[in-house]
T-cell receptor, first 113, second 116 residues
Framework: GNSVTQMEGPVTLSEEAFLTINCTYT??????LFWYVQYPGEGLQLLLKATKADDKGSNKGFEATYRKETTSFHLEKGSVQVSDSAVYFCALSDQGGSEKLVFGKGTKLTVNP | DTEVTQTPKHLVMGMTNKKSLKCEQHMGHRAMYWYKQKAKKPPELMFVYSYEKLSINESVPSRFSPECPNSSLLNLHLHALQPEDSALYLC???????????????FGSGTRLTVV
């Protein structure tokens, strides 16, 4: 079945550091890929998405590129802020019409001033 | 209106109580979902409603009973829960079930449930 593997956290960075959170997936067909962010005490917010190979999703300075050859969708940001502290979930959805999102385990990011 | 609204935000209930969680969206989305999220874990799918009909039940115990009275509302009725059911319950929606692959889900802020 479809699955998503994220790098284990927690990740602790200083403000303005470069961020990478690795995400790889296993899927049949051609999934869409997503990054969701969950701030403390809140629900999940869609951060960015990519629906086909080589697409780059971007939002709020975050980027991720859909790499079919390496089955990856790594999240990057050039300069993190304290306000980026949250849990980040990588997820995929089967473009074959599935109603399900499959989530990775989540990576907790803490950014210190 | 681009939000999914969940009420209440917090709920404490005893194991013999009956309570309901409510979810509402006015985006015209025709697929709605209940997810359960335990602490430090990813969300786990419980139920999917597509065009007000239950389309997926992920083998959820019968003490959880979903209801979709109309295209904007989704309820989760709770009865005889166990302490291990304490979790954050998230509602989500998409324009229609198959479009989750293109749009992703819009999530509510959740109801934090504690069973005592």
């Amino acid at each position: 079945g479809n699955s998503v593997t994220q790098m284990e956290g927690p990740v602790t960075l200083s403000e303005e550091a470069f961020l990478t959170i690795n995400c790889t997936y296993t899927a049949t067909g051609y999934p869409s890929l997503f990054w969701y962010v969950q701030y403390p005490g809140e629900g999940l917010q869609l951060l960015l998405k990519a629906t086909k190979a080589d697409d780059k999703g971007s939002n709020k300075g975050f980027e991720a590129t859909y790499r079919k050859e390496t089955t990856s969708f790594h999240l990057e940001k050039g300069s993190v802020q304290v306000s980026d502290s949250a849990v980040y979930f990588c997820a995929l959805s089967d473009q074959g019409g599935s109603e399900k999102l499959v989530f990775g385990k989540g990576t907790k990011l803490t950014v210190n001033p | 209106d681009t939000e999914v609204t969940q009420t209440p935000k917090h709920l404490v209930m005893g194991m013999t109580n009956k309570k309901s969680l409510k979810c509402e969206q006015h985006m015209g989305h025709r697929a709605m979902y209940w997810y359960k999220q335990k602490a430090k874990k990813p969300p786990e799918l419980m139920f999917v409603y597509s065009y007000e009909k239950l389309s997926i039940n992920e083998s959820v115990p019968s003490r959880f009973s979903p209801e979709c009275p109309n295209s904007s509302l989704l309820n989760l009725h709770l009865h005889a829960l166990q302490p291990e059911d304490s979790a954050l319950y998230l509602c989500a929606s998409t324009p229609e079930g198959s479009s989750a692959s293109n749009y992703g889900y819009t999530f509510g802020s959740g109801t934090r449930l504690t069973v005592v």
